[in-house]
């Protein structure tokens, strides 16, 4: 399977006066307060007042106008307010279904900021050309945090663009077929207000019966074949595996066994021909090795 790039690239629409929110009704919206669905994802939730929903084909034109030539996604919602400066994207990846345990596995080997970095410098070379301006990552806003009882993957980035900082904060929703990433983005200074209001929403969005993590079935369903590694950067990554691991334990553990064997071996030739050194030389090597064996080097 090709690997699946969900994630990895910073997604931003910051034309941020946002006058394009006042261009929504050429998208065909959906006006809260209603109940709207993800139909590919098979998820719904609750729009509160306020709020307008795009579908699929009208969310990915929005974010392509506004300076994400390459992005494209299942839904977006965003405030009707003219001020407002920011909007919340779907994305949904029928890729199967992930054990938790081996997400939690995997998440110890991902150099998360690191690929975003080199994924969104690639992707500024085609704001670059398209005119828009670029982006640059600064790390998180909030590090990476797994939720098995909730299936959710939760983290932050801020970025830097035109001088401005912003925060792109994505959560991913396990379910029996697949993932979904809800993600936000708004300006550093917003972060924390939007977040309670993203929260809010995101606590009534569900999978629909049958579709739920919990409705996974081992006989009918499939098992994800791709890692949440090649999810999260975009391609298979090298997982340090439990063998290279217990080796690195036992690398230490034997380091520290040879450092206490030469300690040992030290002490003995010290006695065994202390008397033909000199006491004041004998002394401060002493002293140097034993704080070192003390110390482990």
Same mark, same amino acid.
């Given at each position: ?6 994630? &990895? ?12 929110? #006042? ?32 579908? #699929?084909a009208d969310a990915t034109a929005f974010m392509r106008e506004f300076g994400n030539p390459s992005v494209d996604i299942d839904a977006l919602v965003a405030p009707t307010d003219e001020n407002a400066d920011w909007y919340i994207y779907f994305k949904f990846s029928d890729l199967g279904y992930f054990k938790m345990e081996k997400v939690k596995e995997e ?22 050309? #398209? ?64 977040? #309670? ?6 606590? &009534?969005? &569900? ?91």
């Open positions: 399977m090709k690997p699946t790039n969900i994630v &990895s690239t910073f997604v931003l629409v910051l034309a941020c006066s946002f006058a394009l929110i #006042a261009q929504e009704r050429q998208y065909n919206p959906t006006y809260g307060p209603a109940y709207v669905t993800i139909s590919n994802a098979n998820v719904g939730f609750r729009l509160p007042e306020g709020y307008f929903f795009l579908e #699929a998440l110890e080997d991902i150099d998360l900021i690191g690929e975003i970095r080199k994924n969104t410098e690639l992707e500024n070379q085609k704001r670059a050309k #398209a005119g828009f301006p670029t982006i640059q990552v600064v790390g998180y806003a909030e590090k990476l945090s797994l939720n098995t009882l909730r299936q959710t993957l939760d983290f932050a980035i801020e970025s830097v663009q035109e001088g401005r900082r912003f925060v792109e904060r994505r959560s991913l929703m396990f379910g029996r077929k697949g993932l979904l990433l809800c993600s936000f983005v708004c300006s550093k200074e917003r972060y924390l207000n939007v977040q #309670a209001t993203f929260n809010n929403m995101f606590a &009534s969005i &569900s999978f629909q019966n049958n579709y739920r993590y919990a409705d996974f079935n081992p006989g009918v369903d499939k098992y994800a074949a791709v890692g949440i590694g090649t999810v999260l950067v975009g391609r298979k990554i090298t997982r340090v595996g439990w063998l290279s691991k217990t080796l690195k334990s036992l690398g230490k553990a034997i380091w520290a066994f040879i450092v206490g064997i030469f300690a040992a071996i030290w002490g003995f030739l010290k006695r065994l021909f202390g008397k033909k050194e000199k006491p004041a030389l004998v002394t401060g090597m002493t002293q140097t090795k034993e704080s070192k064996s003390q110390n482990g080097t």
